[in-house]
């Protein structure tokens, strides 16, 4: 009834839980229900670790996708934190984190690119390896790669647009653009180990081509979404020209004013 193979227990269940904790911390503060949004938190995090640690890459689309989750938490988490300190140490008005920091932040991501090539030289676990856990394991890293060459890309050169003696920081997202571009040559060519080149192949042809054109779908859809509000609001007609106050009317608000006023003035 427990299985780690269930998805109603192992994927759904700590989902709902998350929705649950997310409506409890939106209510009001003095709201009994807010209280339950840590215990809930809690509840949904301990069961994703209980039943992540078992799941297997040939298990359902559910639990293979919450082994990836898992296996992909930490170089990402260590990647996007060392970005952030990286930006906002540096001598900029957001920037309130000491300026020393900014080396550590680069340091950690690099890390978390390490990390990523030291998972694709290594013997996958069962978590990764084989059925759907394989296939989801594999897009996510060709899609990651490829991001991250794009952006380090796209960034390195903003540094030297520039200037200012960013020396560093374009050093630096070049090694990671390098970086990235060789574990995407090496697992196009030679696979990695437990997946051969041709796995890497079918992925890429099948599973990108798919995530690409979802992509496409999402961003069609809000520029869609965006014309109408903008027809919409451009056909819809001038308000009409509001009346003056009458006397009368006048009159009332004055009251209004004066009795406002009058209350302050008591209670100071």
């Known amino acids: ?79 996007a934190i060392g970005s952030l300190i990286a930006t906002f140490s540096g001598p900029t008005p957001v920037g309130p984190l000491p300026r020393g920091l900014r080396p550590l932040g680069f340091s950690m991501a690099i890390g978390g690119l390490i990390w990523i090539g030291l998972m694709l030289i290594e013997e996958p676990p069962d978590a990764i390896a084989n059925g759907i856990g394989e296939t989801i394991w594999g897009a996510w890293v060709e899609v990651f790669l490829s991001i991250l060459i794009l952006v380090a890309t796209l960034a390195g050169a903003f540094c030297i647009m520039m200037g200012d003696e960013r020396h560093k920081e374009a050093f630096t997202l070049t090694i990671l653009t390098i970086s990235a571009g060789l574990m995407f040559f090496e ?68 009251a209004v004013l004066r009795l406002n006023l009058e209350l302050e003035e008591v209670e100071e």
Not at 50 to 77: I, K, Q, W, Y
């Open 1 to 79: 009834m427990w299985s780690a193979t269930d998805p109603r227990f192992g994927f759904w269940l700590p989902l709902a839980l998350l929705c649950l904790a997310t409506g409890f911390w939106l209510t009001d503060r003095k709201d009994s229900r807010k209280r339950l949004a840590s215990v809930t938190l809690f509840a949904s995090l301990a069961l994703i670790v209980f039943f992540g640690a078992n799941t297997r890459g040939g298990d359902t689309s559910e639990t293979a996708l919450l082994a990836v989750l898992l296996h992909m938490l930490g170089p990402v988490a260590l990647m």
């Open 187 to 254: 697992i196009m060519h030679n696979g990695s180990d437990g997946l051969e080149a041709t796995g890497w192949y079918q992925i890429h042809w099948q599973q990108m081509v798919f995530l690409i054109g979802g992509l496409l779908g999402i961003i069609l859809a809000f520029i869609a979404f965006i014309a109408l509000v903008y027809m919409a609001e451009r056909r819809a007609p001038d308000p009409d020209v509001v009346a003056p106050l009458t006397e009368e009317e006048k009159s009332v608000v004055d």
